[in-house]
């Protein structure tokens, strides 16, 4: 079984950076597409970036694509989100999830995970 830990949330002012890390346990033929979401207070699970462990083939919302940078090593086992120029409305719940499929063009789709972290908040203040 998938098990998935995040680390490195925090607060941070605007224009600041932060790093998050998803350290991954268990099968890793069960962990090809691994994903970083968000959620902010009475908004939708937002997809904004993916990694395809297999050929490291990334993916990004325009909501944070030119900020963000998503990498994983060599077999998944840890996928980070480095988080630059950050802005206030990228205050939320970050969530590691894990795909047994490669990323797809629906990507940003929480029905593709199966697998998710318990979450890390991160707080972006003006």
């Known amino acids: 079984q998938v098990q998935l830990v995040e680390s490195g949330g925090g607060s941070v002012q605007a224009g600041g950076s932060l790093r998050l890390s998803c350290v991954a346990s268990?099968?890793?033929?069960?962990?090809?597409?691994m994903g970083w979401f968000r959620q902010a207070p009475g908004d939708e699970r937002e997809g904004i970036a993916s990694?395809?462990?297999?050929?490291?083939?990334?993916f990004y919302s325009d909501s944070v694509k030119g900020r963000f940078t998503i990498s994983q090593d060599n077999a998944g086992n840890t996928v980070t989100l480095q988080m630059n120029s950050l802005k206030p409305e990228d205050t939320a719940m970050y969530y590691c999830?894990?795909?047994?499929?490669?990323?797809?063009?629906?990507?940003?789709?929480?029905?593709?995970?199966?697998?998710w972290g318990q979450g890390i908040q991160v707080t972006v203040s003006s």
């Open positions: 268990g099968p890793s033929y069960r962990r090809n597409c």
């Open positions: 990694v395809n462990i297999g050929n490291d083939h990334t």
């Open positions: 999830a894990a795909g047994t499929r490669a990323c797809s063009a629906f990507w940003f789709d929480a029905s593709q995970y199966y697998t």
